[in-house]
């Protein structure tokens, strides 16, 4: 298109590229150039994106495994999806965690942002601790939650028992194995922290004098002042952080697989999947199972489809605000 | 001044209840197998040999040599190729740039698990499922979110140096190695930092490739399926998930500046 690698004398920065009198060679040495930096990046998105797409809606109109080929079976597999229980119960958890785990990590954010946004000094080490969380790798923490939260003996409840509470069963009880995951999921707010803390800092003090003048209090400020501000963050944080939740797994069949005290093997979950009573049993948990435990891989591809029309549609929300998400020179 | 010690009363216990969580794993980890099974919080005697004991019954070296090879290849080959990819995205103008960062941005917000069954059809038929191969070699054509946000950084440097550096002729190669990549250090340092702990933290990927192959097995892995044979045994599971946990925090330490910047760097500034 435009031309930044020309060198072309006493052309303006900025002034209109001259590509209609560009000679044709040099024009064809400039597309090898940006081919030689971008060829393998689109080479990827075909492979990776592009083609598993493609196969992924063919292979839900058929039936297969690992070994045997894939065989048409028109919309068998699609129709099965209005039938099948598992999918009802996985779609309702999975909603159940976007509804209530992205408005929790969004406010756990938002309250230690805004705390140690108040900080003038000292908020090095408060950060960090807040922080550290965040890196734990995902088995190790949801191991070290289904431990804390032991019904019985563990911490938590000995905790609770000295004032007098009776903890629940967290982990291994299906009304609260999913907020026992909400919890896990607020230990690790520290990322989203971060950025939200880095969006309030951003926001000008003045407009805060401002506000203050005019006679606004601490709550007025933040709905006037802040909210508005910090606005661009909290869309792009509701979208990942949606997307996350669609593909929420690992805490999931870790959680479950421990919970259960259950020996399995090959990292298995297949038996403990769900467990207690299929209340961990999220979407993208029932995809793989369905796929690579049951060996359903045609379903597994009509869940495949249905997930990304899911996901795209969130994604839509967030390129529909592509100037201001993707910055300025767009 | 009252103020003062109420944010402070607030963050303290804050970050007491961040901590928590660890402060009880190290306990527990000094346990005996029997008392790690009761309410007692306290160790009644001290068995740091559980830390041995777990080295002798898992493959522990085995699984942190195949993490470190996943974590440390990935990042390697991811920055080779997106890194390119990102300063045409960022600093070329050409047919297509706008439709391409579109589809970046799709990859990236595309979850993992839609994809996965013709990928993992494809690297069977190549023969390498069973590896972490299928998670590595990818990454030698550039990972979406890493370019994404090495473009971010990229569009950053103002245009008068990369023009500069062509008036000096430069070629676009040498502008990108010799002039852009020095002053994009910390946004590479958060893109590599970032890849490096997502291959490390990964338990989808190697559940997907690796879980019939135990020898391919990363830590992850290793720990989610670490159990005696009758009772999970809480003291020496507790070891192995901070044994899991510290090389992580270690890397956080020794980069803590760097990493930071990169988690603002993600949030999209307008």
Not at chain 1, 17 to 26: D, E, G, N, S
Not at chain 1, 58 to 77: A, M
Not at chain 2, 72 to 87: D, E, K, W
Request: aromatic share 14%.
């Amino acid at each position: 298109m435009a031309v930044s690698t020309v060198r072309a004398p006493g052309r303006l920065p900025g002034a209109p590229p001259a590509r209609r009198t560009m000679p044709r060679r040099v024009r064809l040495r400039r597309n090898l150039t940006v081919l030689s930096f971008i060829a393998p990046a689109l080479v990827g998105l075909a492979l990776f994106l592009g083609y598993p797409l493609l196969a992924s809606v063919y292979f839900s109109f058929t039936k297969f495994d690992l070994v045997n080929p894939p065989e048409w079976v028109g919309l068998r597999n699609w129709a099965f999806l209005r039938d099948d229980p598992n999918v009802r119960t996985a779609a309702a958890n999975t909603l159940w965690l976007v509804v209530v785990m992205v408005p929790a990590r969004m406010l756990g954010a938002m309250c230690t942002g805004l705390l140690l946004a108040r900080f003038r000094s000292g908020a090095g080490i408060y950060r960090t601790l807040f922080y550290l969380p965040a890196l734990a790798p995902p088995v190790a923490a949801t191991l070290a939650f289904v431990f804390m939260f032991k019904p019985g003996t563990g911490p938590v409840n000995t905790m609770l028992a000295t004032v007098g509470i009776e903890g629940p069963l967290w982990f291994n009880s299906p009304e609260w194995a999913k907020p026992s995951l909400v919890l896990l999921a607020l230990w690790g707010v520290g990322d989203l922290m971060i950025i939200f803390l880095a969006a309030l800092l951003d926001v000008p003090k003045q407009l805060y004098e401002a506000a203050a003048l005019d006679g606004a209090n601490a709550w007025q400020q933040f709905r006037a002042v802040t909210l508005p501000a910090i606005s661009p963050v909290l869309l792009f944080a509701a979208v990942t952080g949606v997307i996350q939740t669609l593909q929420y797994f690992t805490q999931a069949a870790v959680a479950a697989s421990v919970a259960s005290g259950q020996a399995t093997t090959g990292g298995g979950i297949s038996s403990t999947f769900g467990y207690p009573e299929k209340s961990t049993f999220t979407y993208p948990l029932w995809l793989y199972v369905a796929g690579f435990r049951y060996g359903a891989l045609g379903y597994a591809n009509v869940l495949a489809v249905v997930l990304f029309l899911v996901a795209i549609a969130v994604t839509a929300i967030l390129l529909r605000r592509f100037r201001a998400f993707l910055g300025s020179d767009q | 001044m009252l103020l003062f010690v109420a944010r402070h009363s607030v963050a303290i216990a804050l970050s007491l209840m961040f901590l928590t969580p660890v402060f009880f794993l190290v306990l527990t980890s000094f346990m005996t197998a029997n008392q790690s099974l009761t309410s007692n919080l306290w160790p009644t005697s001290w068995h740091p040999e559980n830390y041995v004991e777990v080295f002798a019954r898992t493959p522990l070296p085995r699984y942190l040599l195949n993490t470190t090879v996943y974590a440390v290849l990935a990042t390697l080959f991811m920055l080779l190729a997106s890194v390119p990819a990102a300063y045409a995205l960022a600093k070329l103008r050409w047919h297509g740039r706008s439709l391409t960062l579109v589809a970046i941005v799709c990859m990236m917000m595309l979850p993992p698990q839609v994809t996965t069954v013709p990928l993992y059809l494809m690297w069977a038929d190549w023969g390498l499922t069973g590896s972490l191969w299928p998670l590595i070699l990818p990454m030698l054509l550039g990972d979406a979110f890493s370019i994404f946000l090495l473009r971010q950084f990229l569009v950053t440097i103002p245009d008068e140096y990369l023009d500069a550096a062509r008036v000096d002729g430069c070629g676009e190669w040498g502008t990108l190695v010799r002039v852009v990549l020095p002053m994009a250090r910390p946004g590479v340092a958060a893109a590599a930092m970032f890849q490096f702990f997502y291959a490390w933290n990964d338990y989808y990927g190697p559940l997907l490739y690796t879980s019939e192959n135990e020898s391919a097995w990363t830590l992850s892995l290793g720990l989610a399926s670490f159990r005696s044979l009758h009772a999970v045994q809480w003291n020496l599971l507790t070891a192995a998930t901070l044994l899991t946990m510290l090389p992580v925090v270690l890397v956080f330490f020794f980069a803590q500046k760097a990493f930071v910047q990169g988690v603002t760097l993600t949030g999209v500034k307008g």
